[in-house]
């Protein structure tokens, strides 16, 4: 169970718990899904290689700052913040990325696949805290789901041809 410092939030105990266990998870997943980003972004190849190696740059700059947003709104709850990197290979629950895979069309689909599953994933998040009743928190994720939905639109869009 997660170890909460005092604070004068008023939000039960319990729902800080939950929050914050919830968020630290998430940083988790942000963590695998921002390396993934980078290794798109240092290996894809193709004809408009420049073009792909800058969006993921700037896919991996959204996620890195939603992650920093999300661990730092578990510190305001009064819980610990983040995980190791151990437990982020433990606990995401995203593919492992290939290696191998440099065709930049191949690592577009492996990035929509990843990127599509944590946004889905934060979406329902929405809900969760919402129902948990911590509104400012909902507010956060719905700030970083309508990110992640305009990466995704911009990585499927060169899927579209
Ligand atoms: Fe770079």
Redesign the pocket.
């Given at each position: 169970m997660v170890q909460l410092h005092s604070t004068t939030i008023n939000l039960s105990p319990t729902v800080r718990e939950n929050v914050t266990a919830l968020l630290n998870q998430r940083v988790g997943l942000f963590t695998d899904l921002f390396v993934q980003t980078?290794l798109a972004?240092?290996n894809v190849r193709g004809r408009h290689f420049i073009a792909y190696?800058e969006l993921f740059?700037s896919i991996a700059s959204h996620i890195l700052n939603a992650q920093d947003m999300l661990a730092e709104r578990a510190a305001t709850l009064g819980g610990s913040a983040g995980m190791t990197v151990q437990d982020v290979g433990q606990k995401s629950t995203l593919p492992v990325w290939s290696m191998t895979v440099r065709q930049d069309t191949h690592v577009i689909r492996l990035l929509q696949e990843r990127l599509g599953h944590v946004a889905n994933e934060i979406r329902h998040d929405i809900d969760t805290t919402a129902q948990w009743g911590d509104a400012d928190t909902t507010d956060l994720f719905t700030e970083v789901s309508r990110q992640l939905d305009k990466d995704l639109w911009f990585l499927e869009a060169h899927l579209d041809v």
């Open positions: 980078k972004h240092w190696h740059d």
